[in-house]
């Protein structure tokens, strides 16, 4: 059964204290894995896409990176404005081309 | 600006009846998702249309219901059959079913009075 699994469920870090989120997966094939920020009562923000082991991708604070088995959301010295939840999705050809999201990660930086 | 607007940003349904949901893009998108959020969990599919005139059930479509009669527009029924409604509820849109940028709406945060 595919799986996406993400950790920490919440992470809580000082202004400047940088810091990685995990995603974990066991899918059978692999279309695609994304980033979503999502803020407190609102839609996802689109981030990231990553589609085969060792690939990388930056956007000012943020780098993401993707393993056979993982993908990790990177964090340089983060600021109190980065704080929100961080979804990670998936697409394999058992979800019918479909997005299958992770619970994700709480972030919060204090100032 | 293109986008997907979702209204109302929030709903109250009082027991046995039945809501709509709006949902309107005008990015051009063919595809089209309903997602319901609930804390803890993850985003889980209710309903995707690939085209006008079609759609498909997601994980969880008992008790919901949905149109796809143009191509920006695509509501979303949560019926008296939904016997646990209160929840955060999402819509997006792809360019089409293989693209891989899914841009969401704001959400309908929706409630049982």
């Known amino acids: 059964e595919d799986q996406v699994t993400q950790s920490p469920e919440a992470l809580r870090l000082q202004e400047g204290e940088s810091s990685s989120l995990n995603c974990s997966y066991t899918?059978?094939?692999?279309?695609?894995l994304f980033w979503y920020r999502q803020d407190p009562g609102k839609g996802p923000e689109f981030l990231f896409t990553?589609?085969?082991a060792g690939e990388e991708k930056e956007k000012e604070r943020l780098k993401a990176t993707l393993t056979k088995k993982e993908s990790f959301l990177h964090i340089t010295a983060p600021k109190p404005e980065d704080s929100a939840t961080y979804l990670c999705?998936?697409?394999?050809?058992?979800?019918?081309?479909?997005?299958?999201f992770g619970t994700g990660t709480s972030l919060t930086v204090i100032p | 600006d293109g986008g997907i607007t979702q209204s109302p940003k929030y709903l109250f349904r009082k027991e046995g009846q039945n809501v709509t949901l709006s949902c309107e893009q005008n990015?051009?998108?063919?595809?089209m998702y309903w997602y319901r959020q609930d804390p803890g969990q993850g985003l889980r599919l209710i309903y995707y249309?690939?085209?006008?005139?079609?759609?498909q059930k997601g994980d969880i479509a008992e008790g919901y219901s949905v149109s796809r009669e143009k191509k920006e527009s695509f509501p979303l029924t949560v019926t008296s059959a939904q016997k646990n409604p209160t929840a955060f509820y999402l819509c997006?849109?792809?360019?089409?079913?293989?693209?891989?940028?899914?841009?969401f709406g704001a959400g309908t945060r929706l409630s049982v009075l």
């Open positions: 997006a849109s792809t360019f089409d079913t293989t693209g891989n940028i899914q841009y």
């Open positions: 899918v059978s094939g692999l279309r695609g």
């Open positions: 990553l589609y085969s």
């Open positions: 999705a998936v697409r394999t050809p058992n979800t019918g081309n479909q997005f299958y």
């Open positions: 990015l051009n998108h063919d595809a």
């Open positions: 249309s690939q085209i006008v005139n079609d759609f």
